[in-house]
């Protein structure tokens, strides 16, 4: 296990800053993961610590070694490709072992080491066959042993789920969780998928425009965002996003969107900007109790249903547990629970804290 620590590295393609003053540290045997759209900077960012690309500006440190000026190889990194990358005319076990064979180590401990880590994926079945004749998740899973195999003092995956249909990305999943318990080697995750993010990872770097907008835990990125943008980012379906105005009322607070007030948080004065109000579909409730409003949408995904509710003057989408009985144009009331309300500078996008 390794630590990696990036200090105020940037990368540039001429004219155009794909990373800019990016300071990072992951610690020994930890499973982070860049997460953001195409084009964020976050492929570019693992390439630069690979050493596939030259940095333009900073450090990147391995076990307490500046290796700016390292090779690929000497870094001591295993990297799983998106396009699996492995070689055709070789069996499994043959790319399995390659880097091994690279390196003149003897056939008996080759051999003994691709058995080793052909049981850990579960490819014994499989070490004689050719690449174009696994499925696609098994050709996954011998790109990841030849990654493993290297014993590598960190484990880089550039969108190693992307080819994989919806199923067997959720099983690669469940795998490389269960590798990484068993391994507990550090690794660093690339993906546009929050998903992927959310379940895997200790830490998530939320990239935008080749910075980190927030580096936390699951937990921190989802329920206490630092922007209106990893807010939104985070979680599917996305937060709503509200435009109204904080009003005061006989010593009470509530915020006003299109004709209806919604009971806020208790705070201690109005603040001095106008704030955006964001709230996911689980703090959106439909009951007996609250604003009148109708059905317009209902989408079933099986554990849940989304329902999106309008008002005079807004809507928004709340999550029922099980699949409701509800349909468009039904009428029900609509409340926030107060606890999941997130408020933002509507100039800055910043999450602000009431109290």
Same mark, same amino acid.
């Given at each position: 296990?390794?630590?990696?620590?990036l200090v105020n590295v940037s990368k540039r393609f001429g004219e155009v800053t794909a990373c800019s003053n990016i300071d990072l540290l992951v610690n020994e045997g930890e499973f982070i993961t860049l997460l953001? &759209?195409?084009?964020?900077?976050? $492929?570019t960012l693992l390439n630069v610590v690979a050493g596939l690309e030259e940095l333009t500006e900073g450090e990147i440190w391995i076990e307490n070694r500046m290796v700016n000026d390292l090779s690929p190889f000497e870094r001591n990194l295993a990297m799983v490709f998106q396009n699996y990358a492995l070689y055709p005319h070789m069996t499994v076990? !043959?790319?399995i072992g390659f880097s091994m064979r690279l390196r003149k180590q003897p056939k008996e401990e080759i051999a003994e080491r691709v058995g080793h880590v052909a049981e850990t994926l579960e490819l014994e079945e499989l070490l004689e066959r050719l690449p174009r004749e696994l499925s696609g998740g098994q050709q996954q899973r011998v790109a990841i042993g030849r990654a493993v195999i290297r014993e590598p003092a960190i484990f880089l995956f550039d969108e190693p789920f992307s080819n994989l249909d919806a199923a067997l990305r959720v099983r690669m999943r469940v795998e490389i969780k269960e590798l990484h318990q068993r391994l507990g080697t550090t690794s660093v995750f690339v993906t546009h998928d929050q998903e992927e993010a959310l379940s895997l990872s200790d830490r998530i770097a939320v990239m935008r425009f080749g910075r980190i907008e927030q580096f936390g835990t699951p937990e921190q990125v989802y329920s206490l965002?630092?922007? #209106?943008?990893? *807010?939104? =980012? +985070?979680?599917?379906?996305?937060? %709503?996003? =509200?435009?109204? !105005? +904080?009003?005061?009322?006989?010593? !009470?607070?509530?915020?006003? +969107? /299109?004709?209806?007030? =919604?009971?806020? &948080? %208790?705070? @201690?004065k109005l603040p001095d900007q106008p704030l955006d109000l964001g709230v996911r579909p689980e703090?959106?409730?439909?009951? #007996? !109790? /609250? $604003?009148? *409003? #109708?059905?317009?949408?209902?989408? &079933?995904?099986?554990? =849940?249903?989304?329902? @999106?509710v309008t008002w005079e003057?807004?809507?928004?989408? *709340?999550?029922?547990? /099980?699949v409701s009985p509800l349909r468009p144009g039904d009428k029900v009331k609509v409340s926030f629970d107060t606890s999941g309300m997130l408020f933002f500078d509507r100039q800055s996008d910043e999450r602000i804290e009431l109290n």
């Open positions: 296990m390794a630590t990696l620590e953001g &759209p195409s084009g964020c900077g976050k $492929t076990a !043959e790319n965002p630092t922007s #209106k943008y990893v *807010a939104r =980012f +985070i979680g599917s379906p996305q937060l %709503d996003i =509200f435009e109204g !105005e +904080i009003e005061s009322g006989e010593g !009470e607070y509530s915020y006003r +969107i /299109g004709t209806v007030h =919604f009971p806020i &948080p %208790d705070i @201690t703090h959106i409730l439909l009951g #007996k !109790e /609250g $604003t009148p *409003a #109708k059905v317009h949408l209902v989408q &079933p995904i099986g554990p =849940f249903t989304y329902v @999106t003057g807004g809507n928004a989408t *709340a999550r029922v547990s /099980g």
